[in-house]
């Protein structure tokens, strides 16, 4: 029996996702912004490209996630600025029971969703997969990877056995995925890649990679990522060491070297940034406990000036 699975948001990611369940045989509905991009799904296939092949892929796409129907998993991949929104339908038309996971950039997601669901059904993880939307039905795959993700109701058997369902679910349908008892460690540590990476490319509107070609950047980057481990200690999350983090940076920067951050395709294309997600979300948590994070703050300003779109 094949997997109901909902992709609420089918970016570049989600398109990605949704190309690979679909190829795996799971039945996928894509729930999109517009009804401008729920006919060009219904029209057209969505082509998946990797490593020179190209992958036609039909999708039944919906502007709204269809009432009363039941469905294995949940992904929610829409912008972080979004995902209000999107959980208030969702608490509409979902049983309490229906699992629903967010892999979005940035801290602040989960909550969200946990303000309009149950807390019990709401999963939450990080990916590690790479993705580029080259136009409206042309997705190219940049990178496998896998997911990681965990309860968000920490604790509740219940909830704990979702998360292990979802991820032998989408392990299943060629994306790797395991689960982990604390979940949050895996989003801070996340955090402070994305924290560097993100804003740091939209800036100097380079690729990735170039961010290791430029020692001056050096000094910058250890100070953002200890910004983030102090603001992680504060509120008791534990993480590798500083240097540990910086390492991982590097890591991420040399695996992903000619990718182009979402956040400077963002910036290139005049759209809303999710800057007040990462950045801006490591400066509101430091001031919750006393943990200034003024680097982060000073990126996070220049991100908002530079984007037209920010409110």
């Not at 996971?101 to 989960?110: E, K, R, S």
């Not at 059904?121 to 997969?129: C, I, M, R």
Request: with cysteine; proline share 5%; glycine share 8%.
């Amino acid at each position: 029996m094949s997997h109901s699975v909902a992709i609420v948001g089918c970016g570049a990611l989600g398109g990605v996702f949704a190309a690979l369940l679909v190829t795996a045989g799971a039945h996928v509905t894509a729930v999109v912004r517009t009804e401008e991009q729920r006919r060009e799904l219904e029209e057209r296939a969505l082509r998946l490209l990797e490593d020179g092949r190209e992958t036609p892929v039909r999708l039944q796409a919906r502007s709204e996630l269809p009432a009363g129907q039941d469905f294995d998993l949940v992904l929610v991949l829409v912008k972080a600025f979004d995902t209000a929104a999107a959980a208030a339908q969702l608490a509409e038309r979902l049983p309490a029971q229906t699992p629903v996971l967010t892999l979005q950039n940035g801290l602040g997601n989960a909550e969200a969703l946990a303000a309009h669901l149950k807390p019990e059904q709401v999963l939450a993880g990080v990916t590690t997969f790479g993705a580029l939307r080259e136009c409206s039905d042309v997705i190219r795959l940049t990178g496998r990877g896998e997911c990681v993700i965990g309860a968000w109701a920490t604790g509740n058997k219940a909830a704990e056995s979702r998360a292990r369902a979802a991820a032998d679910l989408l392990t299943a349908s060629g994306i790797p995925s395991m689960a982990t008892a604390n979940v949050q460690p895996i989003l801070w540590r996340k955090l402070a890649v994305s924290a560097v990476i993100n804003p740091l490319t939209a800036i100097l509107r380079v690729p990735n990679g170039e961010l290791l070609n430029r020692p001056a950047l050096d000094p910058l980057i250890a100070v953002l990522v200890e910004e983030v481990w102090r603001v992680a200690v504060r509120h008791k999350v534990p993480l590798p060491t500083p240097p540990e983090l910086v390492e991982e940076v590097r890591r991420v920067c040399r695996g992903t070297a000619s990718n182009r951050s979402s956040m400077l395709r963002d910036v290139e294309e005049g759209r809303r940034t999710e800057i007040d997600w990462i950045n801006g979300a490591v400066v509101r948590r430091g001031m919750e406990l006393g943990a200034l994070a003024p680097a982060n703050l000073a990126l996070a300003s220049v991100v908002q000036a530079i984007s037209a779109k920010e409110p």
